[in-house]
C-alpha cells in the first residue's frame, strides 16, 4: 500500500512547476517567431525571464541559510572540525559587513559625483533646450534657468570648498587640482551675469558652453579626488585586507597544492609503459622544447611542429571533450526537466 503524504504532494508540485518552466523554455527555443508572437508570448517573455531569475536569485539566500545552519549547529555542539566552522562562519560574517559597508561607500561616492556633473549637464540642457522649439513652450524663461543655474553652482563649489578644507586622505596634488577646477567653474558662472538672457544669442551660448566644458573637467577631477580619498578610509583598506591580503592568498595557496598534485600526475602520465603513454610523452617533450629557444637549437621545425600539435590534434581532442561534455550537460538538463533528479524529495514510504 502507498500512503502519499503532504511530503509526496509537495514534490509533485515542485515537479510539475519544473516541467512547466522546461517545457515554456523549450517551445520558446524551437517554435518559429510568428507562432510565438501569435499567441502573444514575445512580448511578455522578458517579465517571464526576469521573473526566473529573481526566483534563481532567491537560491542565495536559501545556499545562506543552509550554510549557517549546518556550520552553525557544528560550532554550538562542538562536533568534530567545529573550528574550521568557526572560522569559515567568521569569514562569512567578516566579508558580508565589511563588503555591504563598502559597497554603501561607493553609493555615496556615486551620489556625490553625480551632484557635481549637475553644473555641466544642466549648463548643455538650456543650450539644447534653446534649439529645440517644443521645449522652449514647456520649459521656464531662460533667465530663470541661468539663475537656477548660479545658485546651485555656487551653493555646491561653497559646500565642497568648506568639505575640502577639513577632509583628508586624498593627496595634495589631486586636492590643489579639484580647488582650481572649482576656482575655473566659479568664474565661468560669474560671467554668465555679464549678458542678457532674454534669448540664447551666440555670445550667451559661447559662455554656457565654457560652463560645461569646464563643469565637466570638475567632475572629472571631483571622481578623482572622491575614488582617492575612499581608497584611505577604513572600510576600503579592510576590504582590500579581506579580499586581496586574505581571499587572493588563499586561491593562490590552494592552486599551489593543486599543482604539486598536477605535477605527481604528470609523472605518472608520462612513465612510458604502453605506445599511448609514449605517444604522450613524445607530444609533451616537442610541446615544452617548442615554447623554449633551445628547441629551436634542436631543429628549426620545432616551433611549427608544435604549433601544429596544439591546433590539429590538441583542437580535435578538445572538440571532442566540448561535444561530450555538450551532450552530458543536455542529458543532464532532460534528467532535471523530467525531475528524474530529484527523487530524493519524495518522503513517500511503502507499506
Known amino acids: 500500500m502507498v500512503t502519499i503524504n503532504s511530503s509526496d504532494q509537495r514534490a509533485r508540485l515542485i515537479r510539475i512547476f519544473t516541467f512547466l518552466g522546461g517545457i515554456y523554455f523549450f517551445l520558446y527555443f524551437v517554435l518559429p517567431e510568428s507562432a510565438i508572437s501569435f499567441i502573444g508570448v514575445k512580448d511578455r517573455h522578458e517579465a517571464i525571464s526576469n521573473g526566473f531569475i529573481v526566483i534563481g536569485a532567491m537560491a542565495i539566500g536559501l545556499g545562506l541559510f543552509n550554510l549557517v545552519s549546518a556550520h552553525?549547529?557544528?560550532?554550538?555542539?562542538?562536533?568534530?572540525?567545529?573550528?574550521?566552522?568557526?572560522?569559515?562562519?567568521?569569514?562569512?560574517?567578516?566579508?558580508?559587513?565589511?563588503?555591504?559597508?563598502?559597497?554603501l561607500q561607493s553609493l555615496a561616492l556615486s551620489a556625490e559625483q553625480q551632484r557635481s556633473q549637475i553644473i555641466s549637464e544642466f549648463a548643455q540642457r538650456i543650450i539644447d533646450d534653446a534649439d529645440n522649439t517644443t521645449a522652449t513652450l514647456t520649459v521656464p524663461a531662460l533667465q530663470v534657468r541661468v539663475d537656477a543655474l548660479k545658485l546651485y553652482g555656487f551653493e555646491h563649489l561653497s559646500v565642497l570648498e568648506t568639505k575640502l578644507l577639513g577632509q583628508r586622505g586624498a593627496s595634495s596634488l589631486l586636492k590643489h587640482e579639484l580647488q582650481e577646477n572649482i576656482a575655473t567653474v566659479r568664474e565661468k558662472l560669474a560671467q554668465l551675469d555679464a549678458v542678457s538672457w532674454g534669448e540664447l544669442s551666440p555670445g550667451s551660448a559661447t559662455l554656457l558652453k565654457e560652463v560645461v566644458t569646464s563643469g565637466a573637467k570638475f567632475s572629472v577631477a571631483r571622481g578623482a579626488y572622491l575614488r582617492e580619498a575612499a581608497a584611505a578610509t577604513t572600510v576600503q583598506q579592510l576590504y582590500t585586507l579581506l579580499y586581496e591580503g586574505f581571499f587572493n592568498q588563499l586561491g593562490s595557496a590552494m592552486f599551489a597544492l593543486l599543482g604539486v598534485y598536477i605535477a605527481a600526475a604528470a609523472y605518472r602520465a608520462f612513465r612510458i609503459r604502453s605506445v599511448e603513454s609514449a605517444l604522450m610523452m613524445a607530444a609533451a617533450l616537442i610541446v615544452m622544447l617548442g615554447q623554449i629557444s633551445f628547441g629551436r637549437m634542436i631543429s628549426d621545425d620545432m616551433p611549427a611542429l608544435r604549433q601544429w600539435l596544439l591546433e590539429v590534434p590538441n583542437s580535435a581532442a578538445f572538440r571532442a571533450i566540448r561535444l561530450g561534455a555538450g551532450v552530458a550537460g543536455l542529458m543532464l538538463a532532460i534528467r532535471m526537466w523530467l525531475s528524474i533528479e530529484s527523487r530524493s524529495f519524495s518522503a513517500g514510504k511503502k507499506r
Open 72 to 103: 552553525g549547529t557544528r560550532i554550538v555542539f562542538k562536533k568534530i572540525g567545529w573550528v574550521y566552522s568557526l572560522a569559515l562562519i567568521t569569514g562569512l560574517v567578516c566579508m558580508l559587513g565589511v563588503t555591504s559597508a563598502q559597497w
